[in-house]
């Protein structure tokens, strides 16, 4: 069994369109390549209590949870309240980062700057010597703030913790429509129902019409899967091949 993930992309600009969302792609891609199942993302507002309710539920839904955004010195961010609030406990400085904030800013810090110090009560703090400002990690609760570049560099520091056994993948493109062809993926999966199956349409491209995707984490399984499909699809169907 793949361990299991769930991404909660946290912001009113990303709900409202102001902002497009770009890290779930990308931690999807990172993750999947780590061998790790994304089985959910969920967009929601900047409101406390519905971040509360949303971190707590998929803690217990997924073996590791990514939150994005709502991280920072203003009025909208809450996620580290949200959080602690979903757990029933408090919102802290912790004394590291707290540390670092006095050490960099002097005289010039204020209750705005020490927000950035926040995190809920027994958190702990990942990529410490590594990175300037540490990856808050409480429980299996990942909390990273919505800046895209920043949480690539954090992201990239900490991932080799979430690597598990991989994905292998085998990639066809096929000249046949789906009409054509989805019987026969149909019977594919019936005699391999632990395949991870996918059927993608393709309509700008005029070498191939579908790109068909087969993926287990047991290479013998995917290979057998693979050859039954050679052999069942139309005669001339295959565009090309990919995979590992």
Known sequence: MSRTAGIIIIGNEVLSGKTQDTNSHFLCQELRALGV????????????????????????????????????????????????????????HHPELERRLRERHGNNINEARLRMAEVPEGAELLGEGTLYAPVAKLRNIYIFPGIPKILHERFQVIKEGFRDAPFYLKVVYVKEGEGVIASILNNLLAGFPELLLGSYPVLDNSDYKVKVTLESKDMRYLEQAFQKLLTTLPEGAIHRIEGN
């Open 37 to 92: 199942e994304v089985q959910r993302i969920s967009v929601i507002p900047d409101e406390i209590e519905l971040i509360g309710n949303e971190a707590a539920s998929f803690a217990r839904q997924f073996d590791f949870v990514f939150t994005t955004g709502g991280v920072g010195p203003t009025h909208d961010d809450v996620t580290m309240a949200g959080i602690a609030r979903g757990f029933g406990i408090r919102v802290i």
